[in-house]
C-alpha cells in the first residue's frame, strides 16, 4: 500500500511545519500561554489566510473539502510545536460536529467564519460526575414555544473563555444515562443565562467551566434531529480521536528527536551517553513505540475511507489506547535521558509531556478505549 501524502497534503504539512519552524519557537509559545487569553489572534488570523482552518470544510462553504488524513497531516505538525491555539477544538471538533450536522442554514451561517477566523467554537459535553461516558448528561433541555429552555453546567471545556459559540449536549428526553434523547445545540457564548469561567491546563492551553441557566434556544439550533445527538458524536468521533492522535505522534517523534541529539552532547566518563548500550536500547524502544503509533494512526486513516464503520471504531480505541501506552513511555524516558533538566519548566521537554497527557485524558483515557475496544472484540 501507498502511505505517501499527496502532493496537496505534503504542501499542508509543508507549510505548517514552516510556521513553526520559524515562527513558533519555545520562547514564543512561552509568551503566548502567558498572555491574558493564552492564545495568539494574530496567529489565529494567519491560519485562516494559509488556509488551515478550511482544510475539513466543504468546498460550497469556501472550504478545502478534506478529508481526515487531511486533518492528520496537519495536527501532526501543530503537535510538533505544541501549538495552543484551538485548531482540534474548534476545526476538528466543533467544526467537525458543525460539516456533519443535518442543518443546512446552520452550517452555512457558521462555516464560512471558522473558515475566515472568525469564530472560534467548543464542544461542551463533559459534566462533574460524567468522566467519559459522553451519554451521562444531566444537563436539561426543556421543550418551549419555538425552541428549548437549556439547564445545567458543563466542565473542562476546552478554549471555553475564548469561545464564541458552544455545541452542547442536552438532555431531551430519557434518563440520565440513556444514549436516545440527548440533542445537540448551538448556543452563543454571549447568550442571556450563559456564564463562562476560564482557568489554565497543565499543558498552558485554558479550559472552562460553563453554566447554562435557563438560557433559550431557538429550535433553528439544533444540529440535528432532537433526541439524536449521539448518533451525531458517533459519526465524528473516530476523526477527533485520529486528529488528536496525529497530534501525539508530531509531539512524540519531537520528543525522540530531541532526546537524541541531547544524547549526542551530554557527557559521562568523559563520553557522549549515547555511546552507552543501555541507552541506545532504550531510545530504540521509544523509536519503536513512535512507528507503532503512527502505523495504527495510519491504519485508521486507511479505514476511514472504507464502510467498515464497526472496523473503523475498532481502530481508533486501540490507537487511542496506544498513544497512551506509548505516550507515556516516549515521556518518561524523554525525562529521565535528559536528567534533571529534564524536569525543568526553562525546557521544552516537560511541556511536550504535559500535552502527552492531556491528549491521554482527552475523550477517553487509554484504560476507557482498551474497555471499549475489549468490548467490540468479544461482541464480534
Request: hydrophobic share 40%; with cysteine.
Amino acid at each position: 500500500m501507498n502511505f505517501d501524502f499527496t502532493e496537496e497534503q505534503t504542501m499542508i504539512k509543508d507549510s505548517v511545519s514552516r510556521f513553526v519552524r520559524d515562527e513558533y519557537d519555545f520562547d514564543t509559545r512561552r509568551k503566548i500561554v502567558e498572555s491574558d487569553e493564552g492564545i495568539s489572534r494574530e496567529f489565529w488570523s494567519m491560519f485562516a489566510e494559509l488556509g488551515w482552518l478550511s482544510v475539513p470544510f466543504a468546498e460550497e462553504y469556501g472550504g478545502f473539502g478534506g478529508t481526515v488524513d487531511d486533518i492528520a497531516a496537519v495536527m501532526e505538525e501543530l503537535g510538533k510545536g505544541i501549538v495552543v491555539e484551538p485548531y482540534a477544538s474548534t476545526v476538528v471538533v466543533f467544526g467537525g460536529l458543525l460539516a456533519a450536522s443535518d442543518n443546512a442554514a446552520l452550517k452555512a451561517e457558521v462555516i464560512p467564519g471558522i473558515i475566515d477566523g472568525r469564530c472560534m467554537g467548543s464542544l461542551a459535553s463533559t459534566e462533574a460526575q460524567s468522566r467519559y461516558e459522553m451519554s451521562d448528561v444531566a444537563t436539561t433541555a426543556t421543550a418551549t414555544d419555538g425552541g428549548f429552555n437549556i439547564n445545567g453546567e458543563k466542565t473542562v471545556v476546552a478554549n471555553g473563555g475564548t469561545a464564541d459559540k458552544f455545541i452542547v449536549t442536552a438532555r431531551h428526553s430519557g434518563e440520565q444515562f440513556d444514549r436516545a434523547g440527548i440533542s445537540l445545540f448551538l448556543i452563543e457564548a454571549s447568550a442571556p443565562g450563559v456564564e463562562v469561567k476560564s482557568y489554565k491546563m497543565m499543558d498552558g492551553q485554558s479550559a472552562a467551566t460553563v453554566t447554562f441557566k435557563d438560557v433559550m434556544v431557538p429550535a433553528g439550533q439544533l444540529l440535528n434531529t432532537a433526541g439524536e445527538g449521539m448518533d451525531l458524536i458517533d459519526q465524528v468521533m473516530p476523526q477527533i480521536l485520529m486528529g488528536l492522535s496525529a497530534e501525539a505522534l508530531g509531539i512524540m517523534a519531537t520528543l525522540n528527536t530531541a532526546t537524541v541529539e541531547y544524547s549526542k552532547v551530554r557527557q559521562q566518563f568523559d563520553t557522549p551517553i549515547s555511546s552507552f548500550q543501555v541507552l541506545q536500547h532504550r531510545m530504540v524502544d521509544t523509536f519503536m513505540a513512535c512507528e507503532q503509533t503512527k502505523s495504527m494512526l495510519y491504519r485508521g486513516l486507511c479505514q476511514a475511507g472504507e464502510d467498515d464503520s464497526a472496523a473503523l471504531l475498532k481502530t481508533v480505541h486501540a490507537l487511542k489506547a496506544t498513544v497512551a501506552r506509548y505516550g507515556k513511555l516516549i515521556g518518561e524516558e524523554a525525562i529521565q535521558i535528559h536528567g534533571g533538566i529534564g524536569m525543568t519548566d526553562e525546557l521544552n521537554i516537560g511541556h511536550y509531556v504535559k500535552r502527552l497527557m492531556m491528549i491521554n485524558v482527552s475523550f477517553g483515557d487509554g484504560d476507557y478505549h482498551q474497555k471499549k475496544f475489549n468490548q467490540l472484540s468479544y461482541s464480534a
